[in-house]
């Protein structure tokens, strides 16, 4: 219900745009989220954005370089990058904030080289 794209392979300091795009219009009106797993480690939250878009939330260990955003018309919110570090490199998720387990995609893997 939740498909997330754009990762790739960047160097350091690079930028990347990430898009979830759902199929249900029921998205529209839940907060969304974006989330991030590295390996080793458990999943954590980024990000998150109300359903009308007009607040947001970024995590302050990403806050400056990360940015949420969505498109209701589009079904989509999307996740902006720059500046990104090698600490960066993990699968990034969409799910609605707060997440529930049931909307868990495959996420976009984003690879972040010196």
């Known amino acids: 219900q939740l498909v997330e794209s754009g990762g790739g392979s960047v160097q350091s300091e690079g930028s990347l745009r990430l898009s979830c795009v759902w199929s249900r219009d029921i998205f529209k009106k839940f907060d969304m989220g974006w989330y991030r797993q590295a390996p080793g480690k458990e999943r954590e939250f980024l990000a998150s954005?109300?359903?009308?878009?007009?607040?947001?939330f970024i995590r302050s260990s990403v806050k400056g370089r990360f940015n949420i955003s969505r498109d209701n018309s589009k079904n989509t919110v999307y996740l902006q990058m720059q500046n990104l570090r090698t600490e960066d490199t993990a699968v990034y998720y969409c799910?609605?904030?707060?997440?529930?387990?049931?909307?868990w995609g495959q996420g976009t893997q984003v690879t972040v080289s010196s």
């Open positions: 954005i109300a359903w009308s878009g007009d607040t947001t």
């Open positions: 799910n609605t904030y707060p997440a529930d387990p049931d909307y």
